[in-house]
């Protein structure tokens, strides 16, 4: 746009670090007597949650089959917008080292600020796989400052 090309990778940096807090969720199956059978570690991944609704309905049994054990959690980007609250100064400029050229500096506008929100989705079989991703999760996400 305007003769100018670039790509900073941020929204994709924004996404890896959602997914990463999220990777080290582990469902334990017990016995009757309480002791763990299998350990389970639930597997994350962008994806829409539409796609994994389609799944069930085309096959709710799970007969066919398919990449997608249950428990299951899958992410996605489901708005960004504008934070006009957080706007720093337009005539606000930084500059920045060239990375072809220690000797040159770049001019780089003030950042412009927006809000990613992403949605979360847990696929389980059972209700007590549930509850186990949901108590290693909302602690984490009530001490981070994040809304859920």
């Known amino acids: ?5 670039f790509y900073h990778e941020h929204i994709r940096r924004y996404v ?8 080290n ?3 334990s199956r017990r016995d009757v007597d309480g002791v763990v059978q299998k350990r389970i570690k639930v597997p994350v991944a ?3 949650r539409e796609k994994l609704l389609a799944r069930i309905e085309s096959d709710p049994s799970f007969t ?5 054990n249950l428990p299951y959690m899958g992410f996605e980007i489901t708005s ?15 500059t920045a080292v060239n990375p072809s050229d220690n000797n040159k500096r770049s001019l780089i506008y003030a950042p412009v600020p927006y809000d990613i929100n ?28 994040l809304t859920v």
């Open 118 to 145: 992403f949605q979360l989705s847990i696929m389980v079989k059972s209700a007590e796989d549930g509850t186990q991703i949901l108590e290693q999760i909302l602690p984490f996400l009530h001490q981070s400052g």
């Open 25 to 27: 969720i582990v469902v």
């Open 16 to 23: 890896v670090v959602f997914g990463t807090m999220f990777n």
């Open 1 to 5: 746009m305007f003769g100018h090309e």
């Open 64 to 68: 066919k089959p398919t990449a997608i």
């Open 80 to 94: 960004m917008t504008y934070a006009g609250e957080r706007k720093l100064k337009t005539i606000q400029k930084y």
């Open 46 to 48: 962008y994806s829409a």
